[in-house]
């Protein structure tokens, strides 16, 4: 698998390296007014980086050959600069036509100011554009039961790992319950190694293990309250189960010593397993590349293991949900030119996500959202992993997407900061609960 150079991360949660201005005023091209060659001519603002700015490109420059009425122009930006960016351009009333996204929170906050198109209708009269992408990624794309986004690119769930090499010498296999998780804890703390590899000083590191036991315990129905922005969304009895949960684990050393001083942007979470000095992690699908990339052989010798999160005894949540990066979303500007809105139309019909952008995006080792690209796999060294992650995507009944992406800024912040003090067993789940209700809606 090729390895992303981008972190989960600068890949999601764009900090702004620029102010708004500067970045606004060095784009080529601006909002939908002023595109060259006439009305019908539409922007469409991503981001830069490999691969996927070449994939993304590539994609226009297929559907610019055809006869499609107008032509849409690129305009790749560096992905410290975009969010400012877009951000910029849509309060401006410049957005460019095709709107680059994550869906969720930040979508929602483009909804509730009427700055992109209601789809809804338009995916109705195309159903064979919605049928062929995974069901799960439109999630993030859909507000109030509407669809604001077309589903895009390619996914990236949230995996269990663990060391089979590990595993084999502690004569222990994979857990299928929360049960067996807390089991393997005393296990492999009494052979004097780490149950669980985590750099818990990122926060969003810790976050995904809440992601799990929120869904396993009560299903994907506790957060979609929380993200629907239901008064005391966060006082579910599961989320207070969940909590509770996670405290059990983290007192009963679930996690290698001095785990809140660990950064996942370094990668050392990763060493710890691929050296052996932790047995499990939980993760997300792009450490695979990294891992591979780092670890000398330990993936080309099969010692690499993965699996879905397992159920929670009594839990009502279905095990084969998931959550994580249920794919990338583009949204159409509401101030776009009718004619601009339906090129951006064609485009999303016939132009993304074709045949060769498929094979791009597999050839770069990542898996696109789209129904049988697993036929794609077959002469890839890592097609196991591949095939591991559509299956685990496209069956997913639900693919809750990360939970700082789903929610507005001030609230993921919120959510980060009292995650951390929760691992750090420095406030309660009671503590945690009336804290985070108390930034619903904000």
């Known amino acids: 698998m090729t390895r992303i150079p981008m972190s ?25 007014g002023t595109s060259s060659g006439g009305g019908a001519n539409a922007d469409y603002w991503f981001l830069s980086g490999a691969p996927g700015e070449t994939i993304r490109g590539g994609a226009v420059e297929r559907f610019n050959k055809g006869d499609n009425g107008g032509k849409i122009t690129p305009n790749a930006v560096q992905n410290d600069a975009y969010k400012d960016k877009i951000k910029t351009a849509i309060g401006a009333g410049q957005a460019p036509t095709v709107i680059w996204g994550w ?63 590990v595993f084999e010498k502690a004569g222990a296999t994979p857990p299928q319950s929360w049960g067996d998780i807390m089991n393997l804890v005393t296990l492999f703390n009494s052979k004097k190694i780490a149950p669980f590899s985590l750099g818990g ?61 660990i950064t996942a942007d370094s990668n050392a979470d990763q060493a710890l397993l691929y050296t052996g000095k932790a047995a499990m992690m939980v ?47 583009y949204s159409i500007s509401s101030k776009a030119t009718p004619e601009q809105k339906e090129l951006a139309k064609k485009f999303f019909a016939s132009g993304v996500l074709d045949d060769t952008e498929v094979k791009g995006w597999v050839d770069a080792g990542q898996v696109p959202i789209v129904k ?25 009944k639900t693919f809750a997407q990360s939970w700082d992406q789903a929610l507005s800024p001030t609230a ?14 420095s406030i309660s789940p009671d503590q945690f609960i009336t804290n985070m209700n108390a930034v619903i809606g904000k």
């Open 8 to 32: 989960r991360r600068s890949f999601l949660t764009l900090t702004a390296g620029t102010g708004a201005a500067a970045a606004l005023a060095a784009c080529g091209s601006s909002g939908p």
């Open 103 to 165: 869906g969720g929170g930040g979508l929602k906050s483009y909804v509730e100011a009427n700055q992109v198109e209601d789809l809804t209708d338009w995916f109705g009269q195309n159903a064979a554009v919605k049928d062929r992408l995974f069901p799960s990624s439109f999630g993030p794309a859909t507000i109030d039961g509407k669809i604001y986004a077309m589903p895009a690119e390619t996914v990236a769930p949230i995996v269990l790992f663990y060391n089979k090499e």
């Open 201 to 261: 000083q990122s926060r969003w590191t810790n976050m995904m293990w809440l992601e799990f036991l929120f869904d396993r315990i009560g299903g994907s129905e506790v957060f979609q309250a929380v993200f629907e922005g239901e008064k005391d969304a966060w006082s579910h009895p599961a989320a207070k189960q969940a909590l509770t949960e996670m405290q059990k684990l983290i007192n009963a050393q679930g996690f290698v010593k001095g785990f809140s001083s």
């Open 283 to 329: 993760h997300g699908a792009w450490t695979y590349g990294s891992m591979q990339n780092d670890g000398g052989n330990f993936v080309k010798d099969g010692k690499l293991g993965w699996m879905n999160f397992p159920p929670v005894e009594g839990g009502k949540g279905d095990p084969s949900d998931t959550v994580g990066n249920p794919g990338q979303y």
């Open 372 to 396: 049988g690209a697993d036929a794609q796999f077959a002469g890839s060294k890592d097609a196991e992993f591949l095939k591991f992650i559509y299956d685990t995507s496209s069956n997913a």
């Open 412 to 425: 993921a912040e919120a959510l980060l900061d009292n995650i951390a003090k929760l691992f750090q067993v």
